[in-house]
């Protein structure tokens, strides 16, 4: 199995639609995040957990919300989206502890649109 | 904030040499990032620079100046693979080591 994976790779959605984003990791890491990418903008962060907490939540809308049930899993529920929240959103871990520099492996990602 | 600049877009013949610039904030520098994202595929990782110096890695090598704020990644004896965009990304204390990410810069090697 791949690293870190991502499911489903294409979602379309319509604005009252409740959908969730899912990642898996088989790293052994202790860290997991969620990351925007919209064209010609950098990577956004929005959410980090380590060790199954929250860490950090980077002002993300409230439409946005994360869950970890374990160290190697990760949603991303989405409720009322707009469309400018079409974009794609990479799931990534790291070590997390111990000697962690900071490297992240990243998922395939998931492309999202919004109508 | 911490600013994070890279060129937008970048070209470079097959076989040549390419060099592709950072800068960043220095207060609080964690460690510097590069990596790899070709179009529709996920970021992976090429380097990793925290003390001075230059850190050469096959085709690839990365350099990193603390005390200018500087780092520079370098492509050698380009292939037609390495048309990608290549994500400078930068740790600082202020934000427990997390990755900030540059806009990236689209590289297009041409035959």
């Known amino acids: 199995e791949t690293g870190v994976t991502q499911t489903p790779r294409h979602l379309v959605m319509g604005m009252t639609n409740k959908k969730s984003l899912k990642c898996e990791q088989h790293?052994?890491?202790?860290?997991m995040y969620w990351y925007k990418q919209s064209a010609k903008k950098p990577l956004e962060l929005m959410f980090v957990?380590?060790?199954?907490?929250?860490?950090e939540n980077n002002s993300v809308p409230s439409r946005f919300s994360p869950e970890c049930p374990n160290s190697s899993h990760l949603f991303l529920h989405l409720h009322t989206l707009q469309p400018e929240d079409s974009a794609l959103y990479l799931c990534?871990?790291?070590?997390?502890?111990?000697?962690?520099?900071?490297?992240?492996?990243f998922g395939e990602g998931s492309r999202l649109t919004v109508l | 904030g911490q600013n994070i600049d890279q060129p937008t877009e970048m070209t470079a013949t097959e076989g040549a040499i390419v060099q592709i610039n950072c800068t960043y904030q220095?207060?609080?520098?964690?460690?510097l990032f590069w990596y790899q994202q070709h179009a529709g595929e996920a970021p992976t990782f090429l380097s990793y620079?925290?003390?001075?110096g230059l850190e050469e890695k096959g085709r690839f090598s990365s350099f990193l100046s603390r005390s200018k704020g500087y780092s520079y990644l370098l492509l050698k004896e380009l292939q037609m693979k390495d048309s990608a965009s290549y994500l400078c990304?930068?740790?600082?204390?202020?934000?427990?080591?997390?990755?900030?990410f540059g806009d990236g810069t689209t590289l297009t090697v041409k035959p």
């Open positions: 790293l052994g890491h202790n860290a």
């Open positions: 620079n925290v003390l001075d």
């Open positions: 220095t207060s609080g520098f964690n460690g």
């Open positions: 957990y380590s060790l199954e907490e929250r860490v």
């Open positions: 990534a871990s790291s070590q997390g502890s111990g000697v962690d520099t900071g490297e992240l492996f």
């Open positions: 990304a930068v740790g600082y204390n202020t934000n427990a080591g997390k990755s900030t």
